[in-house]
């Protein structure tokens, strides 16, 4: 039952109970996100292409200084941003390796050779996880089966005409489907409803991407989703945190989860599952 907003004002006055762990929760991001600004600023943003830098240049550009305020807005919406949409990937790909465990196995073999076996709790840098072509693999592999984001729409800022032909009007609501075409026999195969990685490496076990145009999870062209590669690090950060220490399976081996869609795809009713810890 959600509290009267007498209640919520009086805690917030007072700042007690929820209303002062929220603000401590406010407070210990705010640092988290200054770190990354202070560290930065450090180490020097002229000439450097990410969008921290980007931003601290264009207000040192615009106004001769910058706001540290509105540069931790960036941080943390760049961090939060993705939260939602990381979180549903995690969920499809354990259960997609809990019914695949051969996959899993072959994760962890990966890791192992990359990482060592005996380092559990290091957390791997880009450059260790670059090298897991296997794990990028699985990673999109699943996005393609069950896209977080299941549809997306674009209004034509202009009028157009569509490859196939379709006349587009300026200002016309234009509606794509990733879910769907992520399971098009005509670019995937007719094994295309099969949870197989290794569709996406050559011959030499290296990732090879696709077309953003037949792969579209992160959106294409010139408005490709800016926190796509921090989506991919994220995933598999979680991955080997997990997959090196425990095997994952559903609780209920015959219980198969409704994806139901939205701005996020979420499993309705969660997905339960059983963790036990890897014996060595």
Known sequence: MAASPVVWRVKRFL?????????????TVDRLAQEVIDRRRRTGFAG????????????????????????????????????DTVASGLTSFFWLTSRNPAVEAKIRSEAEAVLGRHHND?????????????????????????????FDSKFALNDDVLPDGTIVRKG????????????MESIWGPDRLEFRP???????????????????????????????????VEMKTVILAVIRRFNVRVADPGHEPRFSPGLTATVSGGLRMVVEEVKR
């Open 15 to 27: 700042r007690v109970g929820s209303e002062r762990r929220l603000r401590e929760a406010i407070r």
């Open 48 to 83: 450097k292409s990410d969008l921290l830098s980007r931003f601290m240049a264009a207000g040192v550009e615009d106004s001769g200084g910058e706001d540290d305020g509105y540069l931790r807005d960036i941080v943390k919406s760049f961090l939060l941003a993705g939260r």
């Open 122 to 150: 290091a957390v791997p840098s880009f450059a260790e996880m670059t090298e897991m072509h296997y794990l990028t693999s699985a990673v999109y592999e699943t996005l393609r089966l069950f896209p977080p984001v299941q």
């Open 172 to 183: 016309d609501r234009v509606t794509y489907h990733p879910y769907a075409m992520g399971r």
């Open 198 to 232: 290794e569709r996406w490496l050559n011959d030499d076990g290296l990732f090879v991407p696709r077309s953003p145009y037949e792969y579209p999870v992160f959106q294409g062209g010139s408005r490709v989703c800016l926190g796509k590669e921090m989506a991919i």
